[in-house]
């Protein structure tokens, strides 16, 4: 089953979240150039050494919503903190398009696959959390059926990682936990995300393995959000 193009990004990093090496104008050049029509920058949230100062998200309302022709919304991927805490106060959630919640080893300790699974749901109770990012290495393990019925009840998309498949030694198993996830996800009618994760210009709009993945699952154009435009952003944007 032979998917159509992803229309959109929204999960990637620039300098300003200490370890990537791009600048803002220069992800969003390269969206330009492989044609996606949208793109997210999702700076890190505190946790991560070197991520912005949160009076960076208090700012983007000043940041650009067009360049080079592609459309810019502003996010953050918020860490997934004991007890079920997300790592960016309430005062400035409000000030993002949209939020990533995802675990972080820098910022978290394994707390078992019922433990973990728990901390990623509750976290899914914020309504400004819009999907979970890489909920696939056997580092963190989670309770998939669990995982999808509580993304089920809050409505919330999960995320098909191409940089996990990229890089599978930083994300162990993540190729067998996402199909097994992936499945799961179809059944539920739970939508499913795919982005790049990107760290560098030259991986944004480079979802090739993960394109393999979803064509060899046969999973169908209606369970992913970035293949039709507006959809993504009435689910991304909506209250």
Not at 5 to 24: E, K, N, R
Not at 26 to 34: T, V
Not at 111 to 133: H, L, Q, W, Y
């Amino acid at each position: 089953m032979d998917l159509k193009p992803f229309v959109a990004d929204v999960h990637m990093h620039s300098l300003l979240s200490g370890h990537a090496f791009g600048t803002v104008r220069e992800l969003a050049a390269e969206a330009s150039q492989r044609g996606l029509k949208l793109i997210g920058v999702t700076e890190h949230a505190p946790g991560i050494p070197g991520t912005v100062d949160p009076i960076y998200f208090r700012n983007l309302c000043d940041a650009p919503r067009l360049l080079f022709g592609v459309e810019m919304l502003y996010g953050s991927e918020v860490n997934v903190l004991a007890g079920g805490k997300l790592s960016l106060d309430e005062r400035h959630l409000r000030c993002l398009d949209y939020a990533i919640a995802g675990i972080h080893g820098l910022c978290y300790e394994d707390a078992g696959i019922v433990g973990n699974t728990d901390n990623v749901i509750r976290c899914m109770e914020n309504p400004k959390v819009k999907f979970i990012s890489h909920p696939d290495t056997d580092a963190y393990p989670l309770d998939y059926p669990a995982l999808v019925a509580g993304a089920k009840a809050n409505g919330v998309a999960l995320e098909v990682n191409n940089s996990s498949l990229r890089k599978p030694g930083l994300r162990p198993g993540c190729l067998a936990n996402y199909r097994r996830m992936v499945p799961l996800c179809v059944e539920a009618g739970v939508p499913l995300i795919v982005n790049t994760d990107a760290h560098d210009p030259s991986a944004v709009g480079d979802f090739s393995l993960a394109r393999q993945l979803l064509e060899a699952l046969e999973v169908g154009d209606g369970c992913i959000l970035n293949t039709d435009l507006d959809r993504l952003k009435a689910f991304l944007l909506e209250p």
